[in-house]
Nanobody
Framework: QVQLVESGGGLVQPGGSLRLSCVAS????????MGWYRQAPGKEREFVAS???????YSAGSVQGRFTISRDNGKNTVYLQMHSLKVEDTAVYFC???????????????WGQGTLVTVSS
């Protein structure tokens, strides 16, 4: 069974930095897209950034220039490096992976449980 586990969330002051990680566990063969979404209190979940298996990445306008997504295919891990954090970045950050193939099946998408990022002074 494939599971995603996020880590790296926490409390940070405005202007600070954090790095989130998300590891896919299981007998993974391949993963297409890895990405991050976030959901602030009282708001809908929104796209933050994604990266394809070939390395092409995309990010939301609100985080461009501040957040960088990267992946390590050998470790089945995706990272989100966040700089210049703002109060409005406060949210639960979720990892999402698509077309996750393990030795027995192909899953169109898998979500992590989320990690809380709080930006506050």
């Amino acid at each position: 069974q494939v599971q995603l586990v996020e880590s790296g969330g926490g409390l940070v002051q405005p202007g600070g930095s954090l790095r989130l990680s998300c590891v896919a566990s299981g007998n993974i063969v391949s993963i297409n897209t890895m990405g991050w979404y976030r959901q602030a209190p009282g708001k809908e979940r929104e796209f933050v950034a994604s990266i394809r298996s070939g390395g092409t990445s995309y990010s939301a306008g609100s985080v461009q220039g501040r957040f960088t997504i990267s992946r390590d295919n050998g470790k089945n891990t995706v990272y989100l490096q966040m700089h210049s954090l703002k109060v409005e970045d406060t949210a639960v950050y979720f990892c999402r992976m698509t077309d996750v193939r393990d030795i027995v099946s192909l899953r169109s998408e898998v979500w992590g449980q989320g990690t809380l990022v709080t930006v506050s002074s």
